[in-house]
């Protein structure tokens, strides 16, 4: 996270969406694995970007680049601008191994992605 990053959280319950990062006299909204949301536009549509987005999509399946260049099937355990945790997707079976893999925040694109 740069410091110049301005929290932005959801009104009611103070929940962390991202950040809205200057650029100019314009703004860039940036989601919790700290990719870019949109091109530069005013405060306004930066805000109202994260709102929209809200954190539901933290539940979807990504795919992680393994150092082999292999993909692998994950869902995102913990988000933070010290890193983000993935956990190989089981399926909710009951007993499977539980095999974690840390991510650098914010996040490259050639490393996790959502799942296709």
């Excluded at 110049?4 to 319950?13: K, L, P, T, V």
């Excluded at 970007?49 to 809200?54: H, P």
């Excluded at 954190?55 to 994950?74: E, K, N, P």
């Excluded at 869902?75 to 997707?89: C, H, M, P, T």
Aim: charged fraction near 35%; avoid cysteine.
């Amino acid at each position: 996270m740069r410091e110049d990053w301005i929290e932005h959280r959801r009104a009611g319950d103070g929940e962390l969406l991202g950040w809205i990062e200057p650029a100019g006299e314009d703004f860039v909204a940036i989601d919790l694995l700290g990719r870019r949301r949109t091109e530069p536009v005013d405060w306004l549509t930066a805000e109202e970007t994260l709102d929209e987005l809200g954190i539901t999509y933290l539940a979807d399946l990504f795919d992680l680049r393994l150092d082999d260049g292999s993909w692998l099937r994950v869902r995102i355990a913990e988000v933070s601008v010290g890193g983000i945790r993935v956990k190989k997707d089981d399926f909710g079976a009951v007993g499977a191994p539980q095999l974690y893999y840390d991510v650098a925040f914010p996040v490259d694109a050639g490393r996790l992605r959502p799942a296709r």
